[in-house]
């Protein structure tokens, strides 16, 4: 089963926007990560936060986390059309598993 | 250069034809895992593997096998596919289980 789930599941907005994504997950965790895919290619890694973190950026991207809330934001400031992808969140789970979620595409119009 | 490598990229076999797809990662980590990759479905692990010789299943292991006799080598085994294993999968790596993972480039694959 799925730890997290993204919402929304898609996405739409036009360059120079800010995008907000959020992530909502069930038990507890050690930290959240966020990937990014471009269309049907390998993951690849955006950021990290840990459970004992509430904020974190990089470049353009800023990540939040309310673990009383079980949930976690990433917001890409600025956006740019190369930016669209689709984004998911992941979280490790109770036996040394990972578990993703389905994911928010994003569509950035030029 | 740092990569977790598969092969093949893309692959279209018949109904209980046995195959296999390799994965091999270049940068010394402990932790391995398989993913398939549905429609609507996100990601979901298949078998991970915390170091050698040392494996366990993960959300959807049902129909696959896994081995992790090197460091640097898990390949993923399909005995017997069926059709509902048509997917497009991914192996990653990562150097400890929490840490940041290294994707593949992905295989499809289809069983008719």
């Known amino acids: 089963s799925q730890q997290g789930e993204e919402d929304p599941q898609a996405l739409s907005i036009q360059e120079g926007e800010n995008a907000t994504m959020n992530c909502s997950y069930k038990?507890?965790?050690?930290?959240l990560q966020w990937y990014r895919q471009n269309s049907g290619r390998g993951l690849v890694h955006l950021i990290l936060?840990?459970?004992?973190?509430r904020e974190k950026h990089s470049g353009r991207l800023r990540v939040t986390l309310d673990t009383s809330k079980k949930s976690s934001s990433l917001l890409i400031t600025a956006s740019r059309a190369a930016d669209t992808a689709s984004y998911f969140c992941?979280?490790?789970?109770?036996?040394?598993?990972?578990?993703f979620g389905a994911g928010t595409r994003l569509t950035v119009k030029p | 250069e740092a990569q977790v490598t598969q092969n093949p990229r893309y692959l279209i076999t018949v109904t209980g034809k046995k195959l296999t797809v390799t994965c091999s990662q270049n940068m010394n980590h402990e932790y391995m895992s398989w993913y398939r990759q549905d429609p609507g479905l996100g990601l979901r692990q298949i078998y991970y593997?915390?170091?050698?010789?040392?494996?366990d299943k993960g959300d959807v292991p049902e129909g696959y096998k896994v081995s992790r006799k090197e460091k640097r080598n898990f390949p993923l085994i399909l005995e017997s596919p069926s059709p509902n294993q048509t997917s497009l999968y991914f192996c990653?790596?990562?150097?400890?289980?929490?840490?940041?993972?290294?994707f593949g480039q992905g295989t499809r694959l289809t069983v008719v």
């Open positions: 936060i840990r459970s004992n973190e």
């Open positions: 990653a790596s990562s150097l400890f289980y929490l840490a940041e993972a290294f």
């Open positions: 992941a979280t490790d789970g109770n036996n040394n598993d990972m578990r």
């Open positions: 038990t507890s965790i050690n930290n």
């Open positions: 593997s915390m170091n050698v010789e040392v494996t």
